[in-house]
Structure formats: structure tokens, C-alpha cells
């Protein structure tokens, strides 16, 4: 028999255990030829956990993949984000998985230095029920560019912001907050 199996979403767990809370993201999993859902643990709340979940949004975490608007790669890219870090060949850039994680880290780099400000004054807050995190931050520029998020955060959720698929930067806000991206250094520069 053979079985198809369809990842069809993400959810955060939350376990207490010695006064430590741990969060796991899992994949919902469906088989296709049972009616049966079963959650795999998937992901750690850290950076690798945060960029895989972007990448599996984004992309379904595949590298050489372009969309109808010409996003590329893992983590759906524009040409102009590219051209910031001097990635202008991009058959190449599809080809290149290591230079996609290189352009990710950089672009989360530039991110938190253009955020630095915001970051401080609003990680724990709550705006329009959703508690803000560094990582939420992170994720929001990703979709929407930092400029829309700063707009997004000094207007206290007022200035709201969708891309072209209709997914919100309070959707991002929320689905990707609560991982540890202390590992990621504010560059205004960074260097891929």
C-alpha cells in the first residue's frame, strides 16, 4: 500500500518541566489514505527551529522553487532584497541552498540593526492580542520589510500591513513568536 502524507500545519507546545518551559513546534501530519492526524515533534524553539518554520511557510522549505509574483527559493526572496547582498545571478541563487541560508541569516542580521530601537521598546508588550516577540519581529520584516513593521509597531497595531497572498504581519507575529533568535547580531552591514 502505498501512503501519502501531507504536512498540513504547525503548532506550538508548551511543556513545564523543573520551572523550565520548553516550546516544540510539531507538524500536523495527514495520511491521505487513513482519517487519522497525528503530531511528529518537529522543531526546537531556537534559531534553526525559527528558520525552518519561515522556510516551511514560505516555501515548504524547498530551494529551487519560484512563485507566480518571482519570489525565490527556500525563503522567497525578491531580486531586490538579493541585490543588498550581491546576489544578482539568480539561476544561481536557486541552485545554491548554502547561499540561501547565508542570504537568510544576513537578512534576519539587517533586520534586527534596522529594528534594534523597536525591539527594545516593544518585545512584551501585547498589540491587538498578540504578545510581541524579538523572533515575531524577525519574521514580520521578513514578509512585510522592516519599514512596514516599525510603521506596524509606533502606530500600536493600527497600521496594518498584508502581502499580496493576503498574510498579515500580525499572522507572522504570531506564528512565529517565542523562538530564540539571541544568536542572530544586529549588523547594519552584514556580509554574505
Known sequence: MISFVLLSGFTKLKTTKKGKTTTTTTATVTFLNEVEKV????????????????????????????????????????????????VYNTQQFLTNPELQEKVFIAY?????????????????????????????????????????????????GQNKFKDAFGTSIETYMKNFGGYDVSNINANKKPIV
Open 39 to 86: 503530531n511528529i515533534p518537529f522543531l526546537q524553539n531556537d534559531f534553526v527551529g525559527f528558520k525552518e518554520a519561515v522556510a516551511f511557510k514560505e516555501s515548504q522549505g524547498r530551494y529551487r522553487i519560484v512563485n507566480k509574483l518571482g519570489y525565490l527559493g527556500k525563503y522567497q526572496f525578491g531580486r531586490e532584497t538579493l541585490k543588498r547582498f550581491r
Open 108 to 156: 534576519c542580521k539587517v533586520n534586527k540593526w534596522i529594528l534594534r530601537k523597536d525591539i527594545r521598546r516593544s518585545v512584551g508588550k501585547t498589540i491587538n492580542g498578540i504578545k510581541i516577540t524579538e523572533s515575531g519581529i524577525l519574521a514580520a520584516a521578513h514578509l512585510s520589510g522592516a519599514g512596514n513593521v516599525k510603521k506596524y509597531l509606533r502606530s500600536n
